[in-house]
């Protein structure tokens, strides 16, 4: 079978056309800009790099010009748009109604629209999406996985906030957690590498990107996550405060002469690594920074570490014991002395590194000693993967 991946943004849309046989992407690409001007670009397997400027005014013409793109006689992969079995998206926000994948019907649209003031920055654009898809697609089943549903397994005391009961009841005021689809992909390939018994596993799975979120995965289900009703709860990221004090909201208000608004708008986009250094909210620029002596930077390459630290090891006693534990996404794949400076607080768990294994870049790879107690491992995400495996599961 022969999948397309959709993630869809309010202004870009990924794709990858995947076949589920091999596992192999034939081609991949991305739009962005859409609805302000358009940049398209297209990359077939093995072969270059297509890159242009295309006027996308909404996301229907930015579907268009991925299927013809797909299509396309001298640097297509298919031959018409029948070879495409089904396309699977990845929507950001289920709330308690979806605890795994499901096909796309006019009642679990409803369902999702129904989550939109959860996830008001991403459902709707999902929602366009989904839609685009399906008027240019007619008849093709349509998969939704939610990045939420791995998370929907936390028990009660895990996923309630110390607020009054009845705004969980009343309007679902609860964590919620992100990034499901890569803890379940990379916890389920941890075990597999270290040839575990998944339902057994104890897994704190470290998705350290622009967007960061760590997760406790026990017998194969999400027991704690670190972000919560929205994405801007837990680590500290690229521009994300992560957790603060609560009454840190007013005292900055006040103090800025802000509304509500405006102090979320600086603990979404100004803060963070970014916000902490004044440098950048990507690691190369901080990293770089450090070198050139940015005591700043320092100060929050550190302070990020240190928030990883302190999530690991509450995670490991929520589990009661640890068998592994993995970094995915930019960071957690690339960023040697993150993975090192994360792990040398771990030694009370018996846990040492081999250096020269911490050193391989985006390659899974276990970077603990082999005499390590708890194994630690770099296994690179493919969310993309694991929606084209649930879309042709459910599409079948
Ligand atoms: P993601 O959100 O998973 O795509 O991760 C993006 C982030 O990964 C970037 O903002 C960087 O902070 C980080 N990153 C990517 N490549 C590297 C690298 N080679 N070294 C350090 N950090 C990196």
Known sequence: MKILVINCGSSSLKYQLIDSATEAVLAKGLCERI???????????????????????????????VLE???????????????????????????????????????????????????????????????????????VPMVAVFDTAFHQTMPEEAFLYGIPYSYYTKYGVRKYGFHGTSHSYVSKRTAEILGLDYNKAKIVVCHLGNGASICAVDGGKSVETSMGLTPLMGLIMGTRSGEIDPGAMEFIANKENLDLKGVMAILNKKSGVLGLSGVSSDFRDIDDAI?????????????????????????VAVMNGVDAIVFTAGIGENDKSVRSGVCKNLGYLGITIDEEKNSIRGEETIISTDDSKVKVLVVPTNEELMIARDTEALAK
């Open 35 to 65: 609805g302000i001007d358009g940049k398209f670009t297209y990359q077939p397997a093995g072969g270059e790099k297509q890159v242009s400027d295309i006027d996308q005014p909404d996301h229907k013409k930015s579907v268009s010009l």
């Open 69 to 139: 793109a797909l299509t396309n006689k001298e640097t297509g992969v298919i031959a018409d748009l029948s070879e495409i079995s089904a396309v699977g998206h990845r929507v950001v926000h289920g709330g308690e109604k979806f605890a795994s994948s499901t096909l796309i019907t006019d009642d679990v649209m409803k369902a999702i629209e129904e989550c939109n003031d959860l996830a008001p920055l991403h459902n709707p654009a999902n929602i366009i999406g989904i839609n685009a898809c399906k008027e240019l697609m007619p008849g």
């Open 291 to 315: 070198k050139d002596g940015n005591a700043q930077a320092k100060a929050a390459k550190d302070a990020f570490i240190h928030r990883v630290i302190s999530y690991v090891g509450g995670y």
